[in-house]
């Protein structure tokens, strides 16, 4: 089993910048993929961000691609969503997922096996 957290949300102003942070414990030697995805009231939840384990390859959705950055430290088992030039349509609840299988369907929220109980980000204009 593998426990995440996330920390970090919170609200801010159109342009602001975030980061969040997600703490992983437990078999967090299985974990191939980890992602970010997001949830907004009334929506479903959508993939913003994935980093392979192995490789380090990141991919983004077109919505966030050159504003949010994924990335890791292996050190502290943490992985981060640096979010810049926030927009009112961010807001959400924030999800730090991880998966033992790596592969082409990140952006399937079914293929992750592990999830933190999410963070809000709330961005206004």
């Known amino acids: 089993q593998v426990q995440l957290v996330e920390t970090g949300g919170g609200l801010v102003q159109a342009g602001d910048s975030l980061r969040l942070s997600c703490a992983a414990t437990?078999?967090?030697?299985?974990?191939?993929?980890e992602a970010w995805f997001r949830q907004a009231p009334g929506k479903a939840r959508e993939f913003v961000a994935a980093?392979?384990?192995?490789?380090?390859?990141?991919y983004y959705a077109e919505s966030v691609k050159g504003r949010f950055t994924i990335s890791r430290d292996n050190a502290k088992n943490m992985l981060f969503l640096q979010m810049n030039w926030l927009k009112p349509e961010d807001t959400a609840v924030y999800y730090c997922?991880?998966?033992?299988?790596?592969?082409?369907?990140?952006?399937?929220?079914?293929?992750?096996?592990?999830w933190g109980r999410g963070t809000q980000v709330t961005v206004s204009s």
């Open positions: 980093r392979a384990s192995l490789s380090g390859s990141t």
């Open positions: 997922a991880a998966r033992p299988a790596s592969g082409t369907d990140y952006r399937y929220s079914v293929s992750y096996s592990y």
């Open positions: 437990g078999r967090t030697y299985d974990i191939h993929t």
